[in-house]
């Protein structure tokens, strides 16, 4: 398996504007999760899934972001509208079980800028 | 909720040198705990992951050990190589909001190795 997909790998956008970070999971794997990483916070979780659905949400920072799971091999991570303050290193993982329970394995992230 | 510490936050060392990293976490109700690698840019690689029943897990010259009742994790590095310079991260899995045991990651210890 290529391990965890992401695209894009870097996305310099300007304030307002949407923005689409997508992931692919590792085949089987019925867990995905994404990550937001910054200097002053690191890296925490924003929305996790077992299989396709969304199971918690609380780390989402706000109503302008929204993420959805079409189908076991695909995901998204939507900001709309994006804001300076979203630049962020965005990260999808993905694991057999929840995490606490089987090993997760990341993708490369997504370095995103608002400007 | 899971507090997890890292210490040193930055560490450089000549190449050749044994080193340890140190992990605490605040909830020792835990299953496992996984140690990632970050290169600069780039996305989380997975080192270890250690089961409570472990105690110990080994991977080439690195040796990660879990003691669940003083809520700490050591990672030990042999015979240090440039090549080992990176951010080291701990995770240990905790309480999440609603839902328990999903990752929950410390600043991290970049290390750094001289040739």
């Known amino acids: 398996d290529a391990g965890v997909i992401q695209s894009p790998r870097h996305e310099v956008t300007e304030m307002g504007q949407e923005v689409t970070l997508r992931c692919k999971p590792i085949s089987g794997h019925d867990y995905l999760f994404w990550y937001r990483q910054t200097m002053m916070r690191g890296l925490e979780l924003l929305i996790y899934?077992?299989?396709?659905?969304?199971?918690?949400d609380s780390g989402m920072p706000e109503d302008r972001f929204s993420a959805k799971m079409p189908n076991a091999s695909f995901s998204t991570l939507k900001i709309q509208p994006s804001e300076p303050r979203d630049s962020a290193v965005y990260f999808c993982?993905?694991?057999?079980?929840?995490?606490?329970?089987?090993?997760?394995?990341f993708g490369q992230g997504t370095r995103l800028t608002v400007v | 909720k899971q507090e997890v510490t890292q210490i040193p936050a930055a560490l450089s060392v000549p190449e050749g040198e044994n080193l340890v990293l140190n992990c605490s976490f605040t909830?020792?109700?835990?299953?496992?705990l996984q140690w990632f690698r970050q290169d600069p840019g780039k996305g989380l690689t997975s080192l270890l992951l250690i089961q409570s029943s472990q105690r110990e897990q080994t991977s080439g010259r690195l040796n990660a050990s879990l003691d669940k009742s003083s809520g700490r994790s050591t990672l030990y590095i042999a015979a240090s190589q440039p090549g080992d310079s990176a951010t080291y991260l701990c995770?240990?899995?905790?309480?999440?909001?609603?839902?328990?045991?999903?990752?929950?990651f410390g600043k991290g210890t970049k290390l750094s190795v001289k040739p």
């Open positions: 995770a240990p899995p905790g309480g999440y909001g609603g839902s328990q045991g999903n990752l929950i």
């Open positions: 909830d020792s109700a835990i299953y496992n």
């Open positions: 899934f077992n299989n396709n659905v969304p199971i918690d």
């Open positions: 993982a993905s694991s057999l079980f929840l995490q606490g329970y089987s090993e997760a394995f």
